[in-house]
């Protein structure tokens, strides 16, 4: 545990926006970290609530906070103003309706060997709205990626595994269970896009991250509590993001084109192409209400995207696991009858990580 602060060793950047109820918490669990040596950056992203007034409340009660306040622009540019101004060795992001374990920062920071990892990745704690709590784990031990063969195979495993595995995610895409070395962003000028325009602002920073580093740590022990909730500075109307996902698929394609060969990336890049099919498909469900004439309508639209049919046409469903063949084989025959019965059976378990 650091005893004095000078040069902070990290950065931690908290975007705030409509969470007055859960801010102290989430604050509190930074401030009282084990590990001292940090720096606080709380990003009012125009709060229409007393966000603004409990920001400078702590800051004029602890010298390691700076204060952001700003005009709402959203969770990714709330995220790049910190970043301007982030001095620390390294960087994280913690959400402000969330809160982390008091060690969190110290375990981190001990498995940076002293700042020649570039990023420690830990697991998460979920909650849901009936907090509810379960453990995410993406690695049963300590796992460290280096050199550029391991570093392109945990990025692209990242982006989604291959047909043979029996999760469509491998690892968690979110930015908030991690430290990054602020000179790695620096030198390559790495900054969130904006989730207002695409679907997801992490998965396009950790591909432009993961690609500049050489060394990465990845640690089964869970420290970040995400708690879901209605007031998420994140959280919009799904159906709106399903809207947003060509233009995503256009920014991750050419993100992957700039740094490998196709024959390299396709097969991850159409799987996650069809996780987010079956998403789309799951939350046209919901929303229809199980009105399976609605459903169907909606269902024929967006297996006619051109995306979609692509990769209909050319991914190998026979290598995947039994479930996912089944599931795909409707899709890939239209069959909106089949589709509409499996999800009911299902509650929406295919491709979740038990």
Not at 5 to 21: L, T
Not at 34 to 63: A, F
Not at 228 to 242: A, E, G, R
């Amino acid at each position: 545990m650091e005893n004095s602060f000078s040069s902070p060793k990290i950065s931690i950047i908290i975007p705030i926006y409509g969470v007055e109820r859960y801010l102290n918490r989430c604050i509190d669990s930074v401030l009282n970290q084990t590990y001292y040596n940090l720096e606080v950056i709380l990003v009012d992203d125009g709060s229409p609530d007393n966000c603004p007034q409990i920001c400078d409340e702590y800051s004029r009660k602890d010298s390691r906070i700076k204060v952001i306040h700003k005009k709402n622009a959203g969770l990714g540019f709330a995220r790049n103003s910190g970043l301007d101004i982030a001095t620390g060795e390294y960087i994280a992001f913690v959400d402000a309706d969330d809160y982390i374990a008091t060690n969190m920062y110290e375990v981190l920071y001990d498995e940076s060997d002293n700042g020649r990892v570039d990023a420690v990745f830990s697991s998460t704690i979920f909650y849901d709205l009936n907090n509810r709590c379960r453990i995410r784990m993406d690695v049963e031990r300590r796992v460290e990626f280096s050199g550029k063969e391991e570093i392109d195979s945990f990025l692209l495993d990242y982006v989604a595994p291959n047909p043979e595995s029996n999760t469509d995610v491998k690892y968690m895409t979110s930015v908030w269970r991690a430290i990054y070395k602020r000179k790695v962003i620096e030198d390559n000028y790495i900054r969130f896009v904006s989730e207002r325009q695409y679907l997801s602002e992490d998965i396009p920073f950790n591909i432009d991250f993961i690609s500049s580093s050489s060394r990465i740590v990845y640690l089964p022990d869970a420290f970040y509590y995400y708690c879901s909730n209605d007031v998420s500075l994140s959280n919009t109307n799904p159906i709106d993001k399903i809207d947003k996902l060509p233009e995503y698929f256009r920014l991750i394609e050419c993100k992957l084109k700039n740094l490998y060969i196709q024959e390299k990336y396709i097969l991850h890049f159409y799987r996650m192409i069809l996780l987010y099919l079956r998403n789309a498909i799951i939350c046209d469900y919901i929303s229809c209400k199980k009105e399976k004439l609605r459903w169907k309508v909606q269902f024929r639209k967006r297996i006619s995207e051109s995306y979609y049919v692509e990769v209909m046409a050319k991914y190998p469903f026979r290598r995947m696991p039994f479930k996912f063949q089944v599931f795909n084989y409707f899709l890939k025959s239209r069959n909106a009858v089949l589709v509409y019965l499996l999800l009911r059976i299902s509650q929406f378990t295919i491709g979740r990580k038990k």
